[in-house]
């Protein structure tokens, strides 16, 4: 009987993020490929300096949310495992906001595994981020039909791509 494994495999948290956790939670004699993905906050978006990102959560739905993606992509393709911590708090230029990491017999299902899982995430869970800079704060990917006469009866909220 093996010993049960009591590494996370998702989870969002304030403290700085490790890919070595990260790719020890998808490690395995049978994995022959392991793609790692570190999402870091950068110094511009869309042409406007970046000075910080804060990164909100509603942790328990996130979590949950993460997890619905990890058992789909290990459902989806056969033989990976897969692995993200996504960091919220206040995080500076360079800072590290995501790891996600897969495993995979082969190189190709852990690359298209490891893309799966950043790009849900990104589409899927529940964390919201305000970018810092010069001229102030905005929140990303939030449209508020408040603030926009043509987007009358049109609220939605994405977690955008950075």
């Known amino acids: 009987m093996s010993p049960v494994s009591t590494s996370v495999v998702v989870d969002v948290r304030e403290s700085v993020l490790s890919v070595d956790e990260v790719v020890k939670n998808v490690t395995r004699p049978g994995a022959g490929g392991?793609?790692?993905?570190?999402?870091?906050?950068?110094d511009e978006s869309e042409g406007r300096a970046v000075t910080r990102l804060d990164y909100s959560a509603y942790?328990?739905?996130?979590?949950?949310?993460?997890?619905?993606?990890?058992?789909?992509?290990?459902?989806?393709?056969?033989?990976?495992?897969?692995?993200?911590?996504?960091?919220?708090g206040q995080l500076g230029v360079g800072d590290s906001a995501i790891v996600c990491?897969?495993?995979?017999?082969?190189?190709?299902?852990?690359?298209?595994?490891?893309?799966?899982?950043?790009?849900?995430?990104?589409?899927?869970?529940?964390?919201?981020?305000?970018?810092?800079?010069?001229?102030?704060?905005?929140?990303?990917?939030?449209?508020?039909?408040?603030?926009?006469?043509?987007?009358?009866?049109?609220?939605?909220h994405t977690h955008a791509k950075s």
Request: aromatic share 6%; net charge positive; hydrophobic share 45%.
């Open 59 to 88: 942790a328990g739905m996130a979590k949950r949310e993460m997890q619905k993606i990890v058992d789909e992509i290990e459902s989806e393709i056969a033989g990976v495992r897969v692995s993200a911590i996504h960091r919220v």
């Open 34 to 42: 392991i793609a790692v993905f570190s999402g870091v906050v950068r």
């Open 101 to 156: 990491a897969a495993s995979a017999p082969h190189r190709d299902e852990a690359f298209r595994a490891c893309r799966e899982l950043i790009d849900r995430i990104k589409s899927r869970v529940p964390i919201w981020k305000r970018e810092w800079g010069p001229s102030g704060a905005a929140w990303v990917g939030w449209v508020d039909a408040r603030c926009s006469p043509s987007s009358v009866g049109h609220h939605r």
